[in-house]
């Protein structure tokens, strides 16, 4: 109480105010701490770079890991950067290297033993189908293989009009074909061409139907033989003609020869990519082989990897194709079977295989035929 015989309330106790400084010394280390956070990870990556650079050009593994990823870069429409990998030098005598051993393929022998007969039905069969869809896969990677069981059903396709490609779908649909998948290489700048201009020689139902080669001068060849013997390897056009081929593009290396992997381990696959590749069986059925890549679901194959696939279901021989954004494997309808890489879909290209119930009447014709090869523009898009 007070003189006055009043209670007295006490107050409310407040707290006291932080001093000024104080406050702001708090609101520094709030605002400093997300600097303090994004040091740390700057700290923290360059720290995994350093490791990520020791690791890949100071090790055993890495230095495999970083030829692995050079050869893959080789195979893209990027393949100058590759140099980061492995420098300017070491990308000419990678690109050296594997020119060299696909010319050393190309040059043994062929004696490959190939007896083209009849399918013949299992026991209680009337007849077996032209064509089995298999799926395959291996470490990495997922494709479809299609057997064809009588090569002679299988006719080179081009596409309809003169001055553009053409998707391998449009031509299955457009011709009526069984199936096709892409087949040789063509001229291509900058990863954007129109996919009308062939590299090295087109032929179909016999007759060269293009070519930027000598009739003397050898050059990488996948075909088909009037006999349904496939070959592959390095041959004159004139050579081809007297051979008795009848459908054939330019494309390399061969695979297998003789019942043989030419390809010794993944070492030497040739980095990881879609790949497009053809193989013969003994008894002269078609091996139709794709596989995806640079995706999700299947990353790519070595050209290991495709031999050891064809040598699993019986491959004799067999060849390298156009891959990479090219591959792709259509069957009757236009149906795509497996998933190109290209975000855009299908590319536009020269030439296809394409497999028939009646061959010699297929809708084929030589688009090229008339056209000066000198004045064909493989970037101009025409509509």
Same mark, same amino acid.
């Given at each position: 109480? @007070?003189?006055?015989?009043?209670?007295?309330?006490?107050?409310?106790?407040?707290?006291?105010?932080?001093?000024?400084?104080?406050?702001?010394?708090?609101?520094?280390?709030?605002? /400093?701490?997300?600097?303090?956070?994004?040091?740390?990870?700057?700290?923290?990556?360059?720290?995994? /770079?350093?490791?990520? #650079?020791?690791?890949?050009?100071?090790?055993?593994?890495?230095?495999?890991?970083?030829?692995?990823?050079?050869?893959?870069?080789?195979?893209?429409?990027?393949?100058?950067?590759?140099?980061?990998?492995?420098?300017?030098? *070491?990308?000419?005598?990678? #690109?050296?290297?594997?020119?060299?051993?696909?010319?050393?393929?190309?040059?043994?022998?062929?004696?490959?033993?190939?007896?083209?007969?009849?399918?013949?039905?299992?026991?209680?069969?009337?007849?077996?189908?032209?064509?089995?869809?298999?799926?395959?896969?291996?470490?990495?990677?997922?494709?479809?293989?299609?057997?064809?069981?009588?090569?002679?059903?299988?006719?080179? $396709?081009?596409?309809? %009009?003169? /001055?553009? $490609?053409?998707?391998?779908?449009?031509?299955?649909?457009?011709?009526?074909?069984?199936?096709?998948?892409?087949? !040789?290489?063509?001229? =291509?700048?900058?990863?954007?061409?129109?996919?009308? %201009?062939?590299?090295?020689?087109?032929?179909?139902?016999?007759?060269?139907?293009?070519? =930027?080669? /000598?009739?003397?001068?050898?050059?990488? #060849?996948? !075909?088909?033989?009037?006999?349904?013997?496939?070959?592959? *390897?390095?041959?004159?056009? @004139?050579?081809?003609?007297?051979? $008795?081929?009848?459908?054939?593009?330019?494309?390399?290396?061969?695979?297998?020869?003789?019942?043989? *992997?030419?390809?010794?381990?993944?070492?030497?696959?040739?980095?990881?990519?879609?790949?497009?590749?053809?193989?013969?069986?003994? =008894?002269?059925?078609? +091996?139709?082989?794709?596989?995806?890549?640079?995706?999700?679901?299947?990353? !790519?194959?070595?050209?290991?990897?495709?031999?050891?696939?064809?040598?699993?279901?019986?491959?004799?021989?067999?060849? @390298?194709?156009?891959?990479?954004?090219?591959?792709?494997?259509?069957?009757?309808?236009?149906?795509?079977? @497996? %998933?190109?890489?290209?975000?855009?879909?299908?590319?536009? +290209?020269?030439?296809?295989?394409?497999?028939?119930?009646?061959?010699?009447?297929?809708?084929?014709?030589?688009?090229?035929? *008339?056209?000066?090869?000198?004045?064909?523009?493989?970037? %101009?898009?025409?509509?």
């Amino acid at each position: 109480m @007070n003189q006055s015989g009043y209670r007295v309330r006490p107050a409310a106790e407040t707290p006291p105010l932080p001093p000024r400084s104080a406050g702001r010394r708090a609101g520094r280390q709030a605002r /400093g701490r997300p600097l303090r956070w994004f040091g740390r990870l700057a700290a923290a990556a360059a720290l995994a /770079g350093a490791l990520a #650079v020791l690791f890949l050009f100071a090790t055993p593994w890495g230095s495999s890991l970083r030829y692995t990823m050079a050869d893959t870069l080789i195979t893209t429409q990027h393949r100058h950067w590759a140099a980061w990998l492995i420098g300017e030098q *070491g990308l000419k005598e990678r #690109v050296a290297q594997y020119n060299r051993q696909f010319e050393s393929y190309a040059e043994l022998e062929d004696e490959t033993v190939v007896a083209v007969a009849e399918p013949q039905p299992a026991p209680g069969q009337e007849t077996l189908p032209l064509t089995e869809l298999i799926e395959v896969e291996g470490d990495g990677f997922k494709g479809h293989l299609m057997i064809v069981r009588d090569p002679l059903k299988v006719r080179l $396709g081009v596409p309809a %009009k003169p /001055g553009m $490609g053409e998707k391998v779908s449009e031509m299955v649909k457009r011709t009526g074909a069984v199936a096709g998948i892409n087949a !040789g290489g063509f001229v =291509d700048p900058e990863g954007m061409g129109n996919g009308f %201009k062939p590299i090295g020689l087109v032929i179909s139902g016999g007759e060269i139907w293009y070519r =930027d080669v /000598g009739m003397e001068t050898p050059t990488h #060849v996948v !075909g088909i033989d009037k006999t349904g013997r496939m070959i592959a *390897g390095k041959y004159k056009p @004139n050579e081809l003609i007297e051979m $008795g081929v009848k459908e054939a593009v330019s494309f390399s290396p061969r695979i297998i020869l003789n019942g043989q *992997g030419l390809f010794k381990s993944d070492k030497e696959g040739w980095g990881l990519a879609p790949r497009t590749a053809i193989g013969q069986r003994a =008894d002269g059925a078609l +091996l139709f082989l794709v596989i995806d890549g640079r995706q999700k679901h299947s990353v !790519g194959a070595t050209l290991y990897d495709v031999q050891e696939v064809l040598l699993e279901h019986g491959a004799v021989i067999a060849a @390298n194709l156009d891959g990479g954004s090219s591959t792709v494997l259509a069957t009757s309808g236009g149906h795509v079977v @497996n %998933k190109p890489a290209s975000p855009y879909g299908e590319r536009l +290209l020269p030439t296809a295989f394409l497999v028939f119930e009646q061959p010699d009447g297929a809708p084929v014709r030589n688009v090229w035929e *008339g056209l000066n090869r000198e004045q064909i523009d493989p970037s %101009k898009w025409i509509k």
